[in-house]
């Protein structure tokens, strides 16, 4: 019995080594041998690479190979026909030539996926395996050399042309976008190369300063004008043309001497449009085409934006991909929605329910009056502003504010406040008198009030309600002026003025106002 276990065991060893020769043979012979020859040598000697091999000479980066030297390369050599097709329309540079060599050696079948490799021209590449199948830049991989003494060489099918770094395709394709980034730079204190020298009069520290310029923009989503070998990010963004055809579309709906993409006001497209698009287009990592049929994904800032558009014609920059829309068109809600100005919006908050008034505001009275704050379940934004007068008071009281950026068109303007607060008001839009309103009416109606639009009625929400009135004299883009004047009490329970907002709507959005707050 032992002498058939034995020769049983001795069998079971024999397959064993057979089946590990061939797991052997499998992963690492088929890999190519180390050669003791110089890479560069190699490359010379290899026909279908010679125009590459000149084009190394002609620029004098044949002295990196020098043995003295003792360095490592990768070497991506387009073959003579890639060459060939290449210039017959463009230049090959040495910016192009340096951008296929790296000072360092890759193992292929140690990468999975894809990986940034930086070039000698300092531009990071991306090199990528799928299943043994190698691409650089997205270019076939056609040979893979054996591993010299001082590196390897492949051979690809195609000239690679360095990558633009995100900023550079924004650059290229969307000057708007690039006005709004370049317009993010800021000016702040490094504290941490300043040297303190001591405290003025309120105690705050002094500062020999150092002074750095920092990008709103990049801070806040990516930094699009840096290169990095592991982070990347994912814009999508229409193009110059594709946006503009937009805007020439949103013209035409405004009307009036709207007439193309050049009399959309900047402010607005910086304002309004562009932070809108950054939103829903800035993603991390490099995103491809598949990843966008989700109904809603995550974008850079952590939030989940609905992807309501088809990216098309990837470009693969140094950080990341640059995507177009397929098609553009501006949402009217973005151009058209009823813009408010919330009542405590006119406040700074001192402390706690301690208030004053907003720079934003200007305020003119025969005394001092303190705003106030309160919170309210129902209002818009949960709270309200107050301003209490004595009673029967007979003084002046104005308040002068400016609304949201406007389009010229005609406005109804909505105000909701409380009805046992008030008084008499006359209220002016540009300097032009266009309402005078008693808060007596809405006892005189049992707190139902008509509106200027013809069949539409403002009905009570607990104690709060509206009234609203047509503004006629908004000419051309920019902030309304509004002023409260109040002209004397009423027969309120209380004399002030508490205002929860100030909505501007324009005709094609007039279903909007009789919406209540807590469904907004």
Known sequence: MKKISYILVAALLLIGVIACDETWDKHYNTQPETVDQSVWDALKADASVSKFVALVEKYQLDTLFD?????????????????????????????????????????????????????????????????????????????????????????????????PSLYEYISANNSALKYYIDDKDSVILDKELSKPLGFNEEGKTIYDSVITVINLFEEEYFEVSEEFRLKTATIVFPRKEIYEQALDEMALKIGGDYQDHNDIPMDWQQEVLIPYLLTKGVFANQLEVDDFQEDSIKNILGDNVAIDFVPANKVVCSNGYAYDYTTFTILDSLYLRPLRTEGEAFLTVLGKDRYSWSDSVQVTSDQTFVPDADNVATASNDSILIVNFPAKYAGVF???????PLFPRRYLFVVRTHMDYGGIFDIYVNDQLVKTFNYADYTINRGIINSSVEGVRFLPDGRYNKFDFWVDNITEYGKAKVRFEYKGPSTMRANGLVLDYIECVTEDMLDKITVNPSNE
């Open 398 to 404: 104005n308040l002068e504010f400016m609304t949201e």
């Open 67 to 163: 043995s003295k030297y003792n360095d490592v390369y990768t070497l991506f050599a387009p073959s003579n026909n890639a060459i060939d097709n290449y210039l017959a329309g463009s230049e090959m540079t040495e910016e192009v030539v340096n951008y296929h060599i790296l000072h360092y050696f890759i193992q292929p079948n140690n990468i999975t996926g894809k990986r940034k490799i930086q070039t000698l021209m300092l531009k990071f590449a991306q090199f990528e395996n799928i299943n043994d199948q190698y691409t650089y830049d997205e270019i076939p991989v056609t040979f893979t050399s054996p591993l010299y003494e001082n590196g390897r060489y492949f051979i690809i099918s195609d000239v690679a042309t360095p990558n």
